[in-house]
């Protein structure tokens, strides 16, 4: 059911659409407009994803886990595959992607779902190496100290080294 709706329902209410548009305002007056919400679309795909990709990076920094930047991520790729198909009906959706408060609608929806579960990591996270850590308070985790004694034994073995 799916396919049937991508690749014969959408390209048929598409067609409609723009035959009723060009109808409507002329057919070069359609076609700007189909190319110009691709021009604007673009523009906005490029800005929402450079910001969303910055939070990424300081969510990570933080030590913390960017599942909403993924998903807004994941959004505005969507968006941008959708801005760049010809078409109305396209467009509106791109563009409804593209609107923050429309996907955090959308990400509580499918958290509710079952079909996107959002973790919220506390005691876990990254760190800047990329290594994974716990924080200090977590009972499983046993501080210590450690030194690497095959270094040491190498460094003895080749004598002093000349500089």
């Known amino acids: ?18 035959v009723y548009s060009s109808r409507l305002i002329g057919l070069g007056t359609t076609l700007l407009l189909c190319l110009l919400t691709a021009l604007i679309g673009g523009g ?3 800005h929402q994803g450079l910001h969303t ?4 990076r300081m969510e990570m920094a933080r030590g913390g886990v960017p599942s909403r930047e993924m998903f807004d991520g994941l959004c505005i790729v969507a968006a941008g595959a959708l801005l760049m198909t010809p078409g109305f009906v396209t ?13 955090d609608k959308l990400r509580d929806r499918m ?7 959002a973790h919220h990591y506390s005691s876990e996270g990254f760190s800047p190496e990329g290594r994974i850590f716990r924080a200090a308070n977590d009972p499983s985790v046993i501080e210590g100290e450690y030194e690497d004694l095959d ?7 080749s004598g002093p080294r000349a500089s």
């Open 1 to 18: 059911m799916p396919f049937f709706v991508l690749f014969v329902a959408i390209p048929l209410l598409e067609l409609t659409v723009f």
């Open 53 to 56: 990709l910055m939070n990424a």
């Open 111 to 117: 958290a509710k779902s079952g079909r996107f579960e």
């Open 151 to 157: 270094e040491q034994t190498e460094d003895k073995k």
């Open 44 to 46: 906005m795909v490029r």
């Open 91 to 103: 467009d509106m959706i791109g563009f409804l992607l593209l609107i923050p408060p429309v996907r």
